[in-house]
């Protein structure tokens, strides 16, 4: 009975659905489909060429017992990830509401300057040129100049430094959907509320950031750390773009380049369909576990 | 008379906050700008001045050489620098465009409507953006072939169309814009569902349209083809940066100047469309 309503209302309905279904066709054929499969796959062999044949959870086994190079790209993520994921959340929600105590017009260019990293899409391979390890590296050269150093630093070969570069470089791309979404909230916080909390005993833009604008704008919060979540735990392309692929010792190989590595040159789809399911897993428990905190928040 | 914002920021702001507020930013500022003031020097440097030692940031002799020298680099290359222009400008326009359609449409009806399978839906949107390309690549490309799209430019396209993250934006903004009654008062009036959604909806959402345009049109301005695409053919603008750049340090200025070139588009649109940009953003937020 109650099944036959459903097919009813869904008839009823046939022009929601019509609405929905060129976007639900891309992103079902482009998002949904590619993660089950990496959940099927991961229990598999698969090499492309003959049919995959399942194993249980033989990769996942051999993802933790016996690949070294797996557990040091997790360690690198968490690194990368701690440092920009948490950092750059906080820095740019603090920068956002900096910008917010300023004028109108030089919000305006403040915003522009602090988000012009990620519009600029391809240009974090300057940096590469900044950290070079020869004398034409802008850095190397500065240092040398001001007698700092007598010989080239290595930053991008050495393990010494090259953690540090990636992180520096991570972070200046971390201002992105999060960061504009945190000016759109701090704008939007309602004045008359700041207005009646000087009145009842705010003394400082500390206690005003606590007890009004922080409670106001959770959704915003957890929307910027959805961004934050999805753009730490990728992180990759920058260790391509400073250290090569693979990096000096792995120093900065991560789990996204680790996925690469098995996906795009080995094609053992099977296997690297189980480093993309551990990293989907651990982006969801993330999100949970930042929802859980920012409940407390304010 | 004080004005009201005085009157409360005079209270809970010290001038000697503002002014570090003001500084902090200042430094913030600079350090996100470096990479564009190497790039802007190095474009207008003559070679000799590429190798200066003391680095300058700023050429002492500008000049367009390197501009020249692009075209120059380009006429040589295998494929006409134009083909990696056309194929650039090609997935940004048609991606771009489409990807506000197709999430408007979407958008509106998970906005709007009651329907079995939309909260699901919506649940499922929201999860995905968790989900970076990077990590869907490898199910990405098997299904790309599966399909016959491996190198062609709808490998690139198609996916950008389907993206979370606009449609997301989109519903959100219908969502607290557009009053329930007012929809309801176009129907009384015997509006059908699709002229409802040009004539009432479309205009509303501007703002938002110009959010998933300036999304879309980074994405896909700075998309090289990655694993989708091998045919030299239908390779992008970012791929033949990245060929100059590999051609070594005599061409840091030519690859100075590709950067540049390629960087004004996005910024432009991006100025243009800031401030509809941030209204959409207010309503972002994820509310559980």
């Known amino acids: ?298 | 008379m004080a004005d009201k914002k005085q009157f409360s920021q005079k209270f809970s702001h010290s001038k000697g906050g503002n002014f570090l507020n003001f500084f902090i930013l200042v430094v913030v500022a600079v350090f996100m700008v470096i990479p564009f003031v190497f790039t802007v020097g190095n474009a207008f440097k003559p070679l000799d001045e590429q190798f200066l030692y003391p680095p300058s940031i700023l050429p002492k002799v500008p000049t367009f050489q390197n501009f020249l020298s692009v075209s120059s680099l380009m006429r040589e290359s295998w494929v006409p620098f134009s083909r990696y222009m056309f194929n650039s400008v090609f997935i940004t326009v048609v991606g771009t465009f489409f990807h506000v359609i197709v999430s408007s449409l979407g958008a509106y009806a998970v906005a709007k409507f009651e329907f079995p399978g939309r909260k699901l839906f919506f649940e499922l949107v929201v999860v995905s953006l968790l989900f970076n390309s990077a990590v869907t690549a490898i199910p990405n490309y098997l299904i790309m072939s599966k399909l016959g799209m491996i190198d062609t430019l709808w490998a690139i396209i198609l996916p950008a169309i389907g993206s979370s993250l606009g449609f997301f934006l989109m519903k959100q903004f219908i969502e607290q814009m557009i009053p329930d009654a007012m929809i309801e008062a176009a129907q009384i009036d015997g509006a059908a569902g699709w002229t409802i959604f040009m004539k009432i909806v479309m205009p509303i959402v501007k703002p938002a349209w110009l959010t998933l345009i300036i999304f879309s049109f980074q994405n896909l301005w700075n998309t090289a083809g990655g694993s989708f695409i091998f045919n030299e053919n239908l390779k992008t603008l970012p791929h033949a940066m990245s060929n100059i750049v590999a051609g070594g340090v005599a061409r840091t200025g030519s690859a100075a100047a590709v950067a540049l070139i390629m960087v004004i588009p996005p910024v432009v649109v991006f100025v243009l469309s800031q401030s509809n940009v941030i209204e959409t953003m207010g309503s972002s937020g994820l509310k559980e």
Not at chain 1, 225 to 234: E, G, L, Q
């Open chain 1, 1 to 298: 009975m109650r099944k036959y309503s459903v097919w009813q209302e869904m008839k009823r309905k046939k022009a929601c659905y019509l609405y929905i279904l060129p976007f639900g066709l891309l992103f079902f054929t482009f998002t949904v489909l590619p993660v089950a499969i990496s959940i099927i796959l991961s229990f598999s062999n698969y090499n492309v060429f003959s049919m995959p044949d399942f194993i249980g959870f033989e990769n996942y086994i051999n993802l933790f017992f016996n690949d070294d190079i797996f557990l040091k790209s997790v360690l690198n993520t968490l690194t990368i990830a701690i440092v920009t994921g948490p950092f750059g959340y906080i820095a740019s929600f603090l920068i956002a509401w900096m910008i917010n105590n300023l004028g109108q017009k030089i919000q305006f260019l403040m915003v522009l300057l602090i988000y012009s990293p990620t519009i600029s899409g391809n240009l974090y391979t300057i940096w590469a040129i900044i950290f070079s390890d020869d004398a034409n590296g802008y850095l190397n050269s500065l240092l040398s100049y001001f007698g700092l150093i007598d010989t080239n630093i290595y930053w991008l070969t050495d393990k010494q430094y090259m953690m540090t570069v990636v992180i520096i470089v991570s972070l200046w791309m971390s201002m992105g959907a999060g960061f504009l979404s945190f000016v759109a909230g701090i704008k939007g916080v309602d004045r008359s509320q700041l207005e009646a909390g000087s009145i009842d005993g705010i003394r400082n833009r500390w206690q005003e950031l606590w007890y009004i604008i922080l409670p106001s704008m959770k959704p915003q919060m957890l929307f910027g750390a959805v961004m934050s979540i999805n753009s730490a735990f990728a992180c990759g392309a920058v260790s391509t773009a400073m250290c090569g692929m693979p990096s000096t010792d792995y120093a900065v190989h991560t789990v996204v380049n680790h996925l690469t590595d098995y996906g795009n040159t080995r094609f053992e789809m099977g296997y690297a369909s189980a480093i993309a399911t551990v990293l989907f897993l651990a982006m969801i428990f993330c999100k949970k576990a930042i929802q859980k905190l920012l409940s407390k928040v304010g």
